[in-house]
């Protein structure tokens, strides 16, 4: 199937180690250095985080702030809606979870599982989803008018390595925990959320507020390849 994930080539990695960690810390030194600059602009930072099970977004993430000063920084770990939360319009949730004025909000999953994991699964109906480009793209182009810096990022990794990793996490006690049955469920519907990631970047990926897409295949190179483009936009938004 041809499309923006197909193009990815998932072979891209980093040789050393020595070379990997190096890196890893001139640009969170450099992160660190633009916490500051957010504060005192007085403008918000959002950044989302999808793909497939196991892709390796818990640890980029971690890679992305564990320098930074925590106060200033709220991660989301979006999963099923509340009670409450399904009472609301469902990008409500979202909204009461926005980043005030200096400040960071990391989404680990987003508002994009309307157009994902709920269309596939069937949690909403295909006039929902559909209806969610519009809303979605909306939502988005109001933040970024507002000031706020919006990042959205797509890890990918083959069906193969994804296997690979839920294998090892099935069989490290330290790591049992990253895996349930709904996440084997999700991976025998593979083709149909490729299909409805594909769909989404075709609908979402604005001038505004475009898509990153990440080759995951190796942990290494992903975490870096997002390090850098955070510090590329950060340098863009707010100067050296």
Request: net charge positive.
């Amino acid at each position: 199937m041809a499309g923006f994930l197909h193009d990815l080539d998932l072979t891209k990695q980093i040789g050393e180690k020595s070379e990997y960690r190096e890196r890893v810390q001139d640009l969170q030194l450099n992160l660190l250095h633009f916490q500051r600059k957010i504060l005192e602009s007085k403008r918000s930072v959002i950044f989302v985080f999808e793909g497939p099970d196991a892709a390796g977004k818990g640890g980029v993430i971690k890679r992305v702030t564990e320098k930074l000063d925590p106060r200033l920084i709220r991660v989301y770990s979006i999963v099923k809606p509340t009670q409450e939360e399904y009472r609301h319009h469902y990008l409500w949730r979202f909204w009461t979870k926005m980043p005030a004025q200096g400040e960071i909000a990391i989404f680990d999953r987003s508002w994009y599982g309307r157009t994902l994991v709920e269309r596939v699964e069937g949690f909403c109906s295909e006039k929902e989803w559909k209806r969610a480009y519009g809303e979605i793209n909306a939502m988005e182009k109001t933040l970024v008018d507002s000031g706020t810096v919006l990042l959205k990022f797509y890890l990918h990794i083959s069906k193969e390595e994804q296997l690979r990793r839920f294998e090892q996490r099935a069989a490290d006690p330290y790591k049992h925990w990253k895996i349930s049955d709904e996440d084997w469920r999700n991976r025998r519907k593979w083709k149909e959320h490729l299909e409805a990631a594909e769909e989404m970047f075709a609908q979402t990926w604005t001038k505004q507020a475009p898509w990153t897409l990440i080759e995951s295949e190796f942990k290494w190179y992903a975490r870096l390849k997002v390090l850098k483009a955070v510090v590329k936009k950060f340098t863009q938004e707010f100067g050296e």
